[in-house]
Each structure stands twice: as structure tokens, then as C-alpha cells.
């Protein structure tokens, strides 16, 4: 039986099916008070009066032009169909030139038009379904015209506060005539456009169909166009059987498609989201609501996924070539993605790419079993933000990226960062602390306490040692100190400090408002590319540029009405987010970490070398994230599935052994391989760091 969609009780609904809360608000302007008449001579009030007339007649003919504008545009919605898909050759992503001009770059991934593309009337869809989409993405929709002036305004304080972009304020309908309609180029022309099609469009459709066409037409993720299709590809049934938490599912995956719609657990982390609005604004009971949250995801993610796809390409750059992808849907619309017809230039080096596959999981390589962990690795440029190389898998066929998807505890990979919180407090590096085991009350509320023990690998005690020797030697028990202000020689409110460093330097992950002190041992879970932006942010002299997979997007080219799309700056400006002179600093200091300290595997001959090794709790991940002047490279080592320790790798040194490196000496060769015939260049404004004070200690084991 056919359903038609009703919105369920709850705050929002009581208030609009009041009668007298539905009458017109008519907006009544004040009158201004009358003035007395002051008197001018004859010839002044005639100029006045010839002026006034000038500007009357410019304003009246500004609003006729206005006015006639609008109609036009108000006549032309009106006869609005959803575009058809026109002929043309498909998307082409193009790797960084490998020789001299674009004639030397290879197609990493083609985008065609064979899309899993599924639409339903409204009356199958449930209403739970259409609830979710609206306390998801617009919570205003049912009182707004289609375009939300509330909204603007609160996003528009919202971004002022954060001194950057933070939230959109684009209405469901909106969205639905960028993704049919318009193109998503970052224009005051198209927004205008965009915003006078939702008006037109709400007077001459209700709510309800404007939402089943946008369920119609957004992507899901996977192939997946349409919500008919997402509910098959997902959970293997049609719309209309969706319970509450499978549309709640849905409507989370919207927020990223290609990346959820791989992630299980992520997806699951969206839904929740999706619910607890659900319930926040009404839609549906706490019984439903905690019901819903105990219902399990599918074992299979995704139950019933499409064999063709909309891009194919060499498992060498899949991942690359899926993610850029997704950020050109995101910019433009699948439509407009999918409808062919562009050239995309992206930031990919081939041969970067294809030393770091062949170090990595090469017959040569690391890592060539299956049985051996796996490993991730990204590099960017630190100046301009290019992603140059990217592997995060053994299998090319696995939905699962590790640069982007993992989340792992960074270890001590993540000291650095306390370092630089502590030069900004201007703590010197030389100052000494008391290497030994450590035992602190940590408050956690409500007058209470938790005992956290503290010691070094191994046990190790290394006495009176300063804080820069201590990072070389990665010493935990000197870390703590410093983030707990022993003695009053460390950080002021350290957590935060340490986490505030993290965020600005490009670390995306959840700290709290109150981050535990462990934070300064890299107990929050990070992705490899959160760690690879936040020390190229150092590298570049404290200047955060955000990593950036395309230069260029070209629509029709050598065709007539030829259109650049986009083009990244060559020289991108970024963000100051560290002092220059602290962030040269900061690098001198980690330079000893490689020529020191416990990451002497990293060395290149003839070039200057910073970084940072790290090893989580109890050996589940293993981390060297390093850079030279001219390149950022993050590596990660461990078990793609969790749960399973490097332990049983490790010699009596500490090192990993036999044909499993340490992630040094694969960052080490690949390094070597990748900036092969590039020219040596050196950090400007930073000194190298004299030998430890005490030369004759004995060498420090790898594993921090």
C-alpha cells in the first residue's frame, strides 16, 4: 500500500499545527517622525529637489531591472526539469607530470557514466526516512522558504568566532538545485542563482516532494545514486522497509559517502548522530531512540555493493584516484562529476607513488607478505600542500585506506608537540628534568583523583637529562613531567596546551574540552595524514597549508566554451599557526633526533633530516613521521585489523628485525628513491644541535 509521508509529533509539529501560530507575521517598518521644514534658498532646494528626483528615478530603475530579473528567473523555474545527461567524454584524473608540461602526465582514474542510479515516489519513502534528513542536514527546513536567513546568520557568527570556515549554511533545497541544476563553483553569481531557484522552487513544490527529490539525487557512496539504490546497496532491501536506524544510516552516510560507505564503524558513529538529532528535535522517542542504537550495523558493509563502478583505474592509484573522487563530488555534484566532460589535474607523483608501493609491499619491499603487519604511507609538500604519494594497502582491491580511515595512537610521535607548547611558554629546552618512574595523582572531577604510573622502555632511568635530550631519547617519565608542571617547570594547563598545538597544527582528531595528560604519550587515535599535515606544518616554518590532492579542473577542454573550474594557488598562503622563530627551533631540535637520537636509521646522506619516531602502548602501532625541507613522509606499521602486537618482532635491542624494518629505515628508503636527483636544500634559519652534553653515554635503544 502506498504511504504518504507525515511528519511525527514531537516540539516542532505541536507548534505548527496551531492555527494561530500559522497566521501571516506581517513585518511592519516604523515611521520616522516628521521634521520641520528648514529653509533653504530657492536655488539650493531646487538642486536638492533635482537630485532627489535622480536618485528616486536610478532606484526605480534599479529594482525594475531587479524585479525583471527575478521574473525571468521566476518563469524559468517554472519549467525547470531535472537536466538530461548529455553525451560527452567521461572524467579523466591525470597524475603530476612526470617530464616537462602536461603532455608527460598519465590517467591515474576515469569516471564514467555507469552509475547504480535508483529513484522512488515519495509515498515509499517512510517517514523516519525524510525525518532524519531534515534533523540532519536542516533543522529549519519546514519553516523556511528555502533559504534560511537564521541560518546565514548563525554561520556566519559561528565562522567569525573560529576565524575560518567552520558551518555552511545551505538549506536542503538548495543543495537539491546544486546538485540538478547549477554546477558547485565558488561564485557570488551562482549563489545568488542558487538562492532565488530554492525560493521559486518551494512556491511551486511542497516540502515533502522537494525532499523525496533530493533522496532522488544525492550520492551515497559506493556507486550508489539515489536512496533506492543506497538502501539496496547498504542493507540489501527497498526504501520503503527501512526502520529508523537504516535510514538514520543513510542520511549519515551523506556527509561523507566515499569514505563511510567503506568504514562500518564509522558509518555507525554517524548514525548515532543522525538519532540523538532525531530525538533532540522530536521525531522520535527515547524507547525508539535507544532501540535504535542497539540495532547492529550488517555484517557485511556493504550487503549487496554494485560489481560495476563509476571509476576504474590502476590498482597502484585506486585509493588516490577514489578520494579525489570524492572531493569532486563534494565541490561539484556527482551530476556534474558524472555527466563527464572534465580534466582533472591532481598532485599525484608516479614515481613517488610507485617507490613507495615497491618499499612498502614490493617482492623486494618490507612487507611483501600477507602475514607480515601492513603499513601506510603519505607524503605531502610542505609549501604547497600536494599529497605526491599515497599507499594505504597491501590488497589494492580492500575498501579500507589507512592514510585516511585508520585511527591510531600516534605514541611518541606526538612529543613534538608538547615541545613546541613549551617554547611558546618560553620554557628552554635546556632545562633539566629527573628521568625516573613517576607515579601522579591526576584529577578527574568532582575532587577525586586517578593514580597514573609512568616509566620509560625498558625501565630505562636516565637521571638530571634536558627536555631536547629527552625528546632524542623519547623519555616518557620527562614528558609527563613537563605536561603535569612538576615542580613548576613544565606547561601551564599541559593538556590543553598540548592539544591546542595538535589542532593547530593540522591534527583533526576529538580531544575534549579537558584532554587527559596522556595525550603528551600519543594516547589519542590519529590517521597518518593528521600526522603527516601537522609536521609539514612545522617544516614550513609554522605555516599550516591544507593538503590538497588536485592543481586543476578543466571542463570541455579544447572545446569551445572551455571553462577552468578550479586551480590551486602555486604558491598557497596558508595559515601562521606557530611563531616562525618557535617553529625553527622546534626543528633544530628534532634534526637531533636523527643525528642523536634513537631515529639515526632515518639519516640521508648530504641532506638535513627532522622527525619524530613513536611507539603506541604495548606495541600495536609503530610510527616515523620525518621531513626535509622539500618533503613531509608520515609511515605507519601495524596490523590493519587491531588487536594484534609487534611485540613478537622485536630483538633484544629493540629493533624490528629480519624483513620486517623499522618504519626509519622504510621512511629511509623511500626517501632516498623519492628525492633522487631533486636538489639538496637546507632549513633556512635553523642550527643543527650540538652532540648530547654527555658523549660517552651509551646509545639509546630504537623503540621509544
Given amino acids: ?32 517622525a516628521r521634521k520641520p521644514r528648514s529653509r533653504f534658498g530657492a536655488a539650493r532646494e531646487a ?19 531587479a524585479a525583471g530579473a527575478y521574473l525571468g528567473l521566476v518563469k524559468s523555474v517554472r519549467q525547470l526539469e531535472p537536466p538530461p545527461v548529455t553525451e560527452s567524454h567521461p572524467t579523466y584524473i591525470y597524475s603530476a607530470p612526470l617530464g616537462e608540461g602536461d603532455g608527460s602526465r598519465r590517467v591515474i582514474g576515469t569516471i564514467f557514466q555507469g552509475e547504480n542510479r535508483q529513484t522512488i515516489p515519495k509515498s515509499q519513502m517512510p517517514p523516519h526516512l525524510l525525518n532524519a534528513l531534515v534533523a540532519k542536514e536542516d533543522e529549519r527546513f519546514m519553516q523556511h522558504p528555502g533559504v534560511d536567513l537564521w541560518g546565514i546568520m548563525r554561520a556566519l557568527w559561528v565562522d567569525i568566532r573560529a576565524g575560518r570556515y567552520v558551518e555552511g549554511a545551505s538549506t536542503i533545497t538548495q543543495q537539491y538545485v546544486r546538485n540538478v541544476y547549477l554546477s558547485r563553483e565558488q561564485s557570488i553569481t551562482r549563489k545568488i542563482k542558487e538562492a532565488l531557484i530554492a525560493v521559486q522552487i518551494e512556491t511551486v513544490k511542497d516540502k ?91 555484517e557485511d558493509w556493504p550487503q549487496a555493493p554494485m560489481l560495476e563502478t563509476g571509476l576504474t583505474g590502476p590498482p597502484l592509484t585506486r585509493e588516490f584516484a ?4 570524492d572531493e569532486l563530488i563534494r565541490r561539484y555534484g556527482a551530476n556534474t562529476v558524472l555527466r563527464g566532460g572534465l580534466d582533472v589535474y591532481t598532485t599525484l607523483d608516479l614515481e613517488q607513488q610507485m617507490a613507495a608501493y615497491e618499499v612498502l609491499y614490493g617482492p623486494n619491499g618490507y612487507l611483501p607478505s600477507p602475514e607480515q603487519p601492513d603499513g601506510a604511507l603519505v607524503s605531502i609538500n610542505p609549501e604547497t600542500g600536494h599529497i605526491t604519494a599515497m599507499v594505504g594497502n597491501r590488497d589494492p582491491e580492500s575498501q579500507f585506506n589507512l592514510v585516511t580511515q585508520a585511527r591510531r595512537q600516534p605514541g611518541s610521535s606526538f612529543k613534538p608537540f608538547a615541545l613546541i607548547a613549551a617554547l611558546e611558554q618560553g620554557i628552554d629546552p635546556d632545562t633539566h628534568f629527573i628521568s625516573e618512574k613517576k607515579v601522579y595523582q591526576v584529577p578527574k572531577g568532582n575532587g577525586q583523583t586517578e593514580r597514573w604510573k609512568v616509566e620509560n622502555y625498558e625501565k630505562i632511568e636516565r637521571g638530571s637529562i634536558s627536555l631536547k635530550e629527552a625528546l632524542w631519547e623519547s623519555d616518557n617519565t620527562v614528558f609527563t613531567d613537563l605536561v603535569m608542571n612538576a615542580g613548576g617547570k613544565g606547561l601551564k594547563n599541559g593538556p590543553e596546551a ?27 587515535e590519529v590517521s597518518p595524514l593528521d600526522m603527516a599535515t601537522a609536521y609539514a606544518t612545522i617544516a614550513n616554518g609554522g605555516r599550516r597549508v591544507e593538503p590538497t590532492l588536485i592543481e586543476k579542473v578543466v571542463r570541455n577542454e579544447g572545446q569551445e566554451g572551455e571553462e577552468v573550474l578550479f586551480r590551486a594557488p602555486e604558491h598557497p598562503l596558508g ?5 616562525p622563530e618557535i617553529a625553527r627551533e622546534a626543528i633544530g631540535i628534532m634534526m637531533g633526533d636523527v643525528m642523536w637520537g634513537i631515529a639515526g636509521d632515518a639519516a640521508l646522506p648530504g641532506r638535513q633530516v627532522a622527525g619524530k619516531t613513536g611507539t603506541s602502548e604495548n606495541f ?32 633484544r635491542d629493540g629493533a624490528l628485525y629480519g624483513t620486517v624494518g623499522s618504519p626509519e629505515e622504510i621512511w629511509h628508503d623511500y626517501m632516498l628513491q623519492a628525492l633522487d636527483g631533486e636538489p639538496v636544500e637546507r632549513f633556512e634559519g635553523v642550527e643543527e644541535p650540538p652532540p648530547p652534553e654527555d658523549e660517552d653515554a651509551p646509545a639509546a635503544t630504537r623503540v621509544p
Avoid: C
Fill in 1 to 32: 500500500m502506498a504511504r504518504t509521508y507525515q511528519r511525527r509529533p514531537g516540539r516542532g509539529d505541536r507548534r505548527a499545527r496551531d492555527p494561530k501560530r500559522q497566521r501571516d507575521r506581517r513585518v511592519r517598518f516604523p515611521y520616522e
Fill in 47 to 65: 538642486a536638492l529637489r533635482a537630485l532627489g528626483v535622480l536618485l528616486l528615478t536610478g532606484f526605480v530603475a534599479g529594482v525594475a531591472f
Fill in 208 to 298: 515533502e516532494e522537494i525532499l523525496a527529490d533530493y533522496l532522488n539525487t544525492v550520492y551515497f557512496g559506493n556507486n550508489a545514486y539515489g536512496v533506492e539504490a543506497a538502501a539496496e546497496t547498504y542493507f540489501n532491501k527497498s526504501t520503503e522497509d527501512l526502520t529508523i536506524a537504516e535510514s538514520a544510516t543513510l542520511v549519515g552516510l551523506l556527509w561523507s559517502p566515499s569514505t563511510l560507505g567503506d568504514d562500518k564503524e564509522a558509518a555507525k558513529k554517524q548514525r548515532d548522530l543522525v538519532l540523538k538529532k532525531m530525538f533532540d528535535a522530536g521525531y522520535i522517542t527515547r524507547q525508539d531512540y535507544e532501540s535504535a542504537l542497539e540495532e547492529p550495523m550488517p
Fill in 322 to 325: 577514489e578520494l579525489v573522487q
Fill in 498 to 524: 598540548v592539544a591546542d598545538v595538535a589542532r593547530r597544527l593540522g591534527v583533526s582528531a576529538d580531544f575534549g574540552e579537558h584532554p587527559d595528560p596522556s595525550i603528551v604519550l600519543g594516547a589519542y
Fill in 575 to 579: 595559515r601562521q599557526v606557530i611563531d
Fill in 620 to 651: 600495536f602501532d609503530s610510527w616515523f613521521i620525518g621531513f626535509t625541507p622539500q618533503l613531509t613522509t608520515a609511515v605507519w606499521m601495524g596490523y590493519a585489523e587491531g588487536g594484534k602486537t609487534l611485540e613478537e618482532l622485536l630483538s
